[in-house]
C-alpha cells in the first residue's frame, strides 16, 4: 500500500486514515451497515452508487476539522452570522444512490434540514469522490481543507467549478482563516483570529 505523505510529517505510520471501500453495495446493504454502526461515534459512512467507504478518521484529521469548526463558528459570532452545525450528520438519498457524512455541514441563515455547507478534510489519498458524492446530494458549497489551504467548490446547475471566495459567506477571508489551521493549540489560534476579526 502506497501512503501520501501530508504535510511534510516524516513518519505518518500511526497518523493515517483508515479507509475500507467496497463495490457493488446494494443500498439496503448500506442502510444495514447505517444501522449496525448506530448513532454513536464510529466510522464514517459514505455511499456514491454502489461504492461503500468506511472511514475511521485519524487524530490529525479530527483535529484540522475540529480546529476549522471553532474558526467558523467563532467568526459567526463576531460578525452576526445565522449558522447552524451540523457536524457529521448523515445525509442520504436513495432515488440517487448517495449518502454522506462530512467532516463537518452547516446551514447558514437558520435551521434547516439540508446543509448549504459541506467540510471535507482530505489527510489521505483515496476514498469516493466527495464532490461527485455532494454534486447528486444538491449541496450548495463543499470546502476541501487539504495541505494547509482551503478549496472552495460552488454548486453550478449539475457540477461543482472551483472559486476563489466562498459564495456562501463573501466576507469571510480563507487565507486568513487557513493560515490558523496548523497552530498546536486550537484555543490560542482560536482566540488570536477572534482578535483580527475584532480589529
Same mark, same amino acid.
Request: charged content about 30%.
Given at each position: 500500500?502506497?501512503?501520501?505523505?501530508?504535510?511534510?510529517?516524516?513518519?505518518?505510520?500511526?497518523?493515517?486514515?483508515?479507509?475500507?471501500?467496497?463495490?457493488?453495495?446494494?443500498?439496503?446493504?448500506?442502510?444495514?451497515?447505517?444501522?449496525?454502526?448506530?448513532?454513536?461515534?464510529?466510522?464514517?459512512?459514505?455511499?456514491l452508487e454502489g461504492e461503500l467507504e468506511i472511514m475511521s478518521p485519524s487524530r490529525d484529521h479530527e483535529s484540522i476539522k475540529k480546529l476549522l469548526a471553532r474558526l467558523l463558528e467563532v467568526y459567526a459570532l463576531e460578525t452576526g452570522l445565522e449558522l447552524?452545525?451540523?457536524?457529521?450528520?448523515?445525509?442520504?438519498?436513495?432515488?440517487?444512490?448517495?449518502?454522506?457524512?462530512?467532516?463537518?455541514?452547516?446551514?447558514?441563515?437558520?435551521?434547516?434540514?439540508?446543509?448549504?455547507?459541506?467540510?471535507?478534510?482530505?489527510?489521505?489519498?483515496?476514498?469516493?469522490?466527495?464532490? $461527485? *458524492?455532494?454534486? !447528486? @446530494?444538491?449541496? %450548495?458549497?463543499?470546502?476541501?481543507?487539504?495541505?494547509?489551504?482551503?478549496?472552495?467548490? /460552488?454548486?453550478?446547475?449539475?457540477?461543482?467549478?472551483?472559486?476563489?471566495?466562498? $459564495? *456562501?459567506?463573501? !466576507? @469571510?477571508?480563507? %487565507?486568513?482563516?487557513?493560515?490558523?489551521?496548523?497552530?498546536?493549540?486550537?484555543?490560542? /489560534?482560536?482566540?488570536?483570529?477572534?482578535?483580527?476579526?475584532?480589529?
Open positions: 500500500m502506497r501512503v501520501e505523505q501530508p504535510w511534510g510529517y516524516p513518519d505518518i505510520s500511526d497518523r493515517i486514515d483508515q479507509r475500507v471501500c467496497l463495490h457493488d453495495v446494494s443500498w439496503e446493504d448500506y442502510e444495514a451497515v447505517l444501522r449496525m454502526r448506530g448513532e454513536g461515534a464510529g466510522p464514517r459512512i459514505c455511499y447552524d452545525g451540523y457536524g457529521s450528520m448523515t445525509i442520504r438519498e436513495r432515488p440517487k444512490e448517495r449518502g454522506a457524512e462530512p467532516d463537518e455541514c452547516y446551514a447558514i441563515g437558520g435551521p434547516k434540514e439540508w446543509p448549504d455547507l459541506a467540510i471535507e478534510v482530505i489527510w489521505t489519498q483515496g476514498g469516493i469522490d466527495k464532490l $461527485e *458524492l455532494y454534486r !447528486g @446530494l444538491g449541496v %450548495r458549497e463543499v470546502w476541501i481543507v487539504r495541505d494547509g489551504r482551503i478549496e472552495v467548490h /460552488a454548486l453550478r446547475a449539475d457540477r461543482y467549478e472551483r472559486v476563489a471566495a466562498s $459564495e *456562501l459567506l463573501p !466576507g @469571510l477571508d480563507l %487565507r486568513v482563516l487557513a493560515g490558523f489551521l496548523g497552530a498546536e493549540s486550537q484555543t490560542q /489560534a482560536v482566540r488570536a483570529y477572534q482578535q483580527v476579526l475584532r480589529k
